[in-house]
């Protein structure tokens, strides 16, 4: 028994003196459930570390971050969800299902709407943009500020694409995004809208022939173990967004606002300084694991978008053509 005691009596007193530390620190602190649908090493990782790290650090850690990545808390539609009721308090999700939630934000998915990522970001940042966040409140959803992930580029096992008629019947999934499954039933591809969670499977089974992401995804979710061709397409920019709930959010000081929102702009540079880093390292990387990869010429992009034409009386209509000449024509 002596002997018990000399070797776990002080672990056993560790353990209780950290329960109580753990219990009556929990008193005093809040904790921030962050989900997201990639590793903590991707893009929207090093967003929710630099949102974690300015947060607990300028409010001597009264809020403590717990993070919840690879869809660990189910896929973006239902995180957005349990914000609305209030069983996470924060999330990075892409633009894939947000357009369910506030119609307006689905006219930055329209494909071939951005030359770069430096008008998206002028036309997120600026009145355009900031209009489209405000609207999440009466979503249910605070929205703090836009993020990216890059423009997205098509993937599949099928064959190399380098004209509308090489994406015919291709069996593509897609984000659950009305505005990207209209442009490629209009290519007269065959678009499977799908979960995040669900798509490393089906297309490991075969169940679909590819899918579309930017590097950033393509490369931090190792796409390249399971499909062959990359086609760098670009042909649509994907933003991504910096949600909290509102019932959480409505029970924070002004000040404790002004930090979140703080942290939230962080997030963001750092999230675009790995978007930027992705789309100038991704290519090479992803041909030295093996991807055939073929880029599309400035004529074979504007052949794709001739065949999208269809497509965009529909966006027109839905968006407004004011609206959409206003974005093309912002400097
Ligand atoms: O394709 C998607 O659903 C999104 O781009 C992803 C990978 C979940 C990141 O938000």
């Given amino acids: 028994m002596q ?49 974690q790290e300015v947060v607990e650090a300028e409010t001597d850690g009264r809020f403590v971050f717990r993070h919840f990545p690879s869809s660990g808390l189910g896929g973006e539609r239902e995180v957005i ?60 959803l605070v929205a703090l500020a836009w993020g ?18 090489d994406v015919a019947g291709l069996k593509l999934r897609t984000m659950e995004n009305p505005i990207h499954i209209t442009a490629f039933q209009t290519l007269g591809a065959a678009p499977t809208p799908m979960a995040w969670p669900e798509v490393i499977g089906a297309l490991e089974q ?20 399971v499909q062959k061709y990359l086609t760098v397409s670009g042909h649509v920019y994907s933003p991504a967004m910096l949600l909290v709930a509102p019932d959480f959010w ?3 000081s002004d000040e404790d606002k002004e930090v979140f929102k ?28 093996g991807m055939d990869v073929g880029e599309l010429s400035s004529e074979q992009k504007a052949a794709f978008q001739e065949a999208l034409a269809p497509a965009y009386e529909q966006y027109y209509n839905t968006y407004g053509k004011d609206l959409i000449d206003q974005i093309i024509a912002t400097e």
């Fill in 250 to 252: 409505n029970g924070l």
């Fill in 262 to 289: 703080k942290g939230a702009a962080e997030a963001v540079v750092a999230m675009r300084g790995f978007v930027d880093n992705a789309e100038s390292s991704g290519v090479e990387q992803l041909k030295a694991a």
């Fill in 3 to 51: 002997q018990f005691l000399k070797h776990f009596a002080p672990a056993a007193a560790a353990v209780a003196f950290s329960f109580a530390a753990f219990t009556g620190a929990a008193s005093a602190q809040q904790e921030i459930k962050l989900g997201y649908a990639l590793a903590t090493t991707s893009h929207y990782g090093v967003a929710a570390t630099k949102w």
């Fill in 81 to 140: 969800e349990g914000l609305q009721i209030g069983t996470v308090e924060a999330t990075i999700v892409s633009s894939g299902t947000l357009s369910n939630f506030v119609p307006e934000t689905g006219v930055f998915d329209i494909p071939f709407l951005f030359r770069d990522l430096s008008h998206a970001r002028t036309v997120l940042d600026g009145p355009i943009g900031q209009d489209i966040l405000a609207k999440f409140e009466s979503a249910g």
């Fill in 148 to 165: 990216e992930q890059g423009f997205r580029h098509i993937t599949n096992n099928r064959n190399a694409i380098a004209a509308p008629a």
């Fill in 206 to 225: 075969g169940t679909i022939d590819g899918q579309e992401n930017p590097l950033s995804v393509i490369t931090s979710a190792k796409l390249s173990e």
